[in-house]
């Protein structure tokens, strides 16, 4: 048994304060100031049985996600670009769909055979957030792929309750196959779907939603937006290719800053014009490149306009709040994807149809070859790079 795993040296950087947390977990908060010189290694998983409560999964899909690759690239010192929470090492692999190939005596609602996707974020459902309904912000968190061993391999174990499953989208694209692919794409739709519905509560039908960059969770976000009823949807996007993606994933209009720019305009102009100078009602960052977003979409505000962060960056953004005054404007933060019915609605919303994200996968590698399929992703040409088990 097989995974492919990261490994890093724990080296904090000079300044950093490693906390008793750290400490005593061995798990980075802030993971790029802590893990130095990152390599992926193909690894023996461990074998044991699957607990009471847990079930042996057959990953059949997993994507790369650009959490991914920022463990894999580096800043000039050596140190991971990934700015989370993360033990390591570990194997990776958090976007994946799977096939029950063994069931502890306690688990109720899965057999063998059943295809599932799984929930990445481990909460305990002890601890006060948990407890109080906030999944996402678990004290005792756990993530497949970031600080447990993740599906990048041809086994793990996790706990019944954190898979959904998919026999749905079996139905839905025709094979199983299809299926797998499209059920290893409800994670990062997830995270999608939680920031902008649950967290930001949505728009009205009609409104008007902004994307900014549209890797897998942009896609998510504009085909989710669709889905929810926007009049209009525009994004926005460096890469030519992944905004031609963007288009057929629903999105009516998508820019590139850069060219815009180049021609003396930019987003928030773009977005005033086409809303007829009303501003967008729900803006989504999934750039990861909030200081040069958020000043944008602070001039693009509808009045009760939202704005929700879900792309990741270590660093402050400038924000001009007297806009958000004028505006009755807010910022969501958001993390994660647990809780709140989130997996079984865009479960539903793949099975319907009305969200149909297998457009966005550009490239398969098998899992003999997750390394190059990581290596792929960095150079950021794919949609999404898929790692296929047979
Ligand atoms: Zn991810
Ligand atoms: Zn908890």
Same mark, same amino acid.
């Given at each position: ?5 990261? &490994? ?19 798990? #980075? ?9 990152? @390599? ?5 998983? /461990? ?6 409560? &847990? ?31 993360? @033990? ?14 063994? /069931? ?54 996790? !706990? ?7 026999? #749905? ?15 290893? *794409? ?17 728009? @009205? ?7 900014? !960059? ?75 490149? =909030? ?27 400038? =924000? ?36 149909? *994200? ?17 290596? @792929? ?14």
């Amino acid at each position: 048994m097989k995974g492919l795993a990261v &490994e890093a040296a724990w080296e904090p950087r000079a300044g950093y304060r490693v906390s008793e947390f750290e400490r005593r977990t061995g798990k #980075a908060v802030t993971g790029n100031s802590v893990w130095r010189h990152p @390599k992926l290694r193909f690894v023996d998983v /461990a074998e044991g049985p699957p607990g009471p409560k &847990e079930v042996r999964l057959r990953p059949r899909a997993c994507g790369v996600c650009g959490s991914d690759v920022h463990f894999y690239e580096t800043d000039p010192d050596g140190y991971m670009l990934y700015p989370g929470l993360t @033990k390591f090492p570990t194997i990776i692999g958090h976007e994946f769909s799977g096939e029950v190939v063994e /069931a502890g005596p306690e688990v109720q609602d899965l057999r063998v055979g059943d295809p599932v996707t799984v929930e990445e974020m481990i909460w305990c459902g002890e601890c006060v957030p948990c407890r109080n309904g906030w999944p996402n912000q678990c004290l005792n968190l756990e993530e497949i792929g970031f600080t447990i061993p993740g599906a990048m391999a041809d086994q793990l174990v996790v !706990g019944a309750k954190y898979c959904w499953p998919i026999g #749905a989208l079996m139905k839905t694209y025709g094979t199983a196959e299809a299926g797998f692919e499209a059920g290893a *794409l409800c994670e990062p739709t997830s995270v999608a779907y939680n920031g902008m519905f649950v967290r930001a509560e949505g728009f @009205k039908p009609g409104g008007i939603v902004a994307v900014y !960059g549209t890797g897998p969770i942009g896609f998510a976000a504009i085909a989710l937006a669709r889905a929810a009823g926007a009049s209009k949807v525009v994004a926005f996007e460096v890469s030519p290719f992944r905004r031609e993606l963007a288009k057929k994933v629903g999105a009516d209009e998508v820019h590139s800053p850069v060219e815009l720019e180049k021609a003396g305009s930019s987003p928030h102009e773009v977005l005033m014009d086409a809303s007829h100078g009303a501003g967008a009602d729900l803006q989504v960052e999934a750039a990861g490149a =909030m200081n040069r977003t958020v000043p944008e979409m602070e001039q693009a505000l509808a009045i009760g306009g939202k704005i929700v962060i879900i792309g990741r960056a270590a660093e402050r953004a400038p =924000m001009y709040l007297e806009s958000f005054q004028t505006h009755a404007a807010q910022v969501y933060g958001a993390q994660g994807h647990s809780g709140y019915g989130t997996f079984q609605n865009v479960i539903r919303l793949m099975a319907s149809g009305r969200v149909d *994200l297998r457009p966005i996968i550009t490239s398969r590698y098998p899992l003999a070859q997750a390394n190059a399929a990581v290596e @792929k992703a960095s150079k950021r040409q794919d949609g999404k790079v898929m790692i296929k088990m047979a």
